[in-house]
Every structure is written in structure tokens, then in C-alpha cells.
């Protein structure tokens, strides 16, 4: 196996495997992301996402993330998903540092998130990384959700 390779989602193939992705997320997550307009969103996408990265793992799509922008200098990590077959690679980790110093380039100050607490590996990821809980700023009716926002000025 070779090294996993990070990329811009850009072209119609690349962004297609990315909603791909998207899409095995919502159906291995323990809820019904309907509350979001997941269905909305992905019948629009990639418009709502200013930045999309998917990661290949001998040429095979394997995860993706997205950068969702909340105002001028704040924005959003989304849809983090490495498929099982890549799961304990460090993969997940290697998209979200990705994601962060892309973010940072765009001009970000603050990166938002919001996962579910019964996603332990998850959630001490993002901390791992930096991340702190925050107040809510968007509607989740899950009783576990996890808010959380880092800084990228000291990336």
C-alpha cells in the first residue's frame, strides 16, 4: 500500500467520488442527517463548499472533507469521512490537517465543527488537533452533539 494522496476536488470525476463519500458517511452515521437537508445538499453539490478534498489510496477514493465558509473569516469543516476499509490509516487525521492549513491559506481565522460524542475517535481527533468545545451555532437535535472551533493563526 502506498501513501495516501490528498487532493483538490475539482474536476467532475473527483468531485463525484468526493459526494460518493459523502454520501457512505450518511449512511454509517448511527442518524438521519435529514434535519441538515443532506438530500438538498447533495443534489447542489459541491455548491454551499468553498473548498473539497479527497484523498485516494492506491488510486481508489477512500475519504473526503469539505470547507463550508460562516462568514468573512470563520468557517466550517464537513463531512469528514474515511471509508472502513481505510480506517486506522491516519488518514482521517492527515485530511483534517490538510483541510486546516487550506483553510488557513484561504484567509480563515476560526474553524468550526460539530460531530456526535458516541464518535469517540472522532472527537479525541479534533482535540488532538486542537479543537475546543464552543457554543452551538447550528440546529442538531441529537442529545450527544459535540461543538467545537480552533484558531488557525497558529497553524
Request: aromatic share 10%; proline share 6%.
Amino acid at each position: 500500500m502506498r501513501e495516501p494522496v490528498i487532493l483538490k476536488a475539482e474536476n467532475p470525476e473527483d468531485l463525484l467520488a468526493a459526494k460518493g463519500i459523502f454520501r457512505a458517511f450518511s449512511e454509517w452515521l448511527p442518524i438521519d442527517l435529514g434535519f441538515q437537508d443532506f438530500e438538498g445538499e447533495m443534489a447542489r453539490f459541491p455548491e454551499g463548499f468553498v473548498h473539497v478534498l479527497l484523498a485516494r489510496l492506491d488510486g481508489e477514493p477512500v475519504g473526503a472533507v469539505a470547507l463550508k465558509p460562516h462568514g468573512r473569516d470563520v468557517c466550517e469543516m464537513k463531512r469528514l469521512f474515511v471509508l472502513p476499509a481505510a480506517h486506522g490509516t491516519g488518514l482521517g487525521r492527515k485530511l483534517c490537517e490538510r483541510l486546516l492549513a487550506d483553510a488557513k491559506a484561504l484567509g480563515y481565522h476560526t474553524m468550526l465543527l460539530d460531530s456526535l460524542g458516541r464518535l469517540e475517535a472522532a472527537v479525541a481527533l479534533y482535540r488532538k488537533l486542537g479543537f475546543v468545545d464552543t457554543e452551538p451555532y447550528n440546529f442538531n437535535p441529537e442529545a450527544d452533539v459535540v461543538y467545537m472551533r480552533r484558531g488557525l493563526a497558529d497553524l
